[in-house]
């Protein structure tokens, strides 16, 4: 089992910035994806940015390019979000998932049910 910890949420007005963190701990894969989704309101889970874990290859949502920055820290089985510019449509729940990789990549996944292992999620509210 992978263990996965959000931490880094919390409330800040429109246009500030929170850095989100996610510590993986369990088991080990030798090459998988790590992504950040979120979830607003009444709204459907949606796929927010990912990074591979050996080559550090990323794909970000349209809504989030240019504000946010996933990055990892190998070392510390950790991975970051951080989000600048924030906006009032930002405030979700955000969670950290990871998807073991078998047999090689060839995309980044962005869909929900290609990850396996899932974070407890961490509140972001964006005052406007």
């Known amino acids: 089992q992978v263990q996965l910890v959000e931490s880094g949420g919390g409330l800040v007005q429109a246009g500030g910035s929170l850095r989100l963190s996610c510590a993986a701990s369990?088991?080990?894969?030798?090459?998988?994806?790590m992504g950040w989704f979120r979830q607003a309101p009444g709204k459907e889970r949606e796929f927010v940015t990912a990074i591979t874990w050996s080559g550090g290859s990323t794909y970000y949502a349209n809504s989030v390019k240019g504000r946010f920055t996933i990055s990892r820290d190998n070392a510390k089985n950790t991975v970051y979000l951080q989000m600048n510019s924030l906006k009032s449509e930002d405030t979700a729940v955000y969670y950290c998932?990871?998807?073991?990789?078998?047999?090689?990549?060839?995309?980044?996944?962005?869909?929900?049910?290609?990850?396996?292992?899932w974070g407890q999620g961490t509140q972001v509210t964006v005052s406007s």
């Open positions: 369990g088991r080990t894969f030798s090459s998988f994806v």
């Open positions: 998932a990871v998807d073991p990789v078998v047999g090689g990549l060839s995309r980044i996944p962005t869909a929900q049910y290609e990850y396996d292992y």
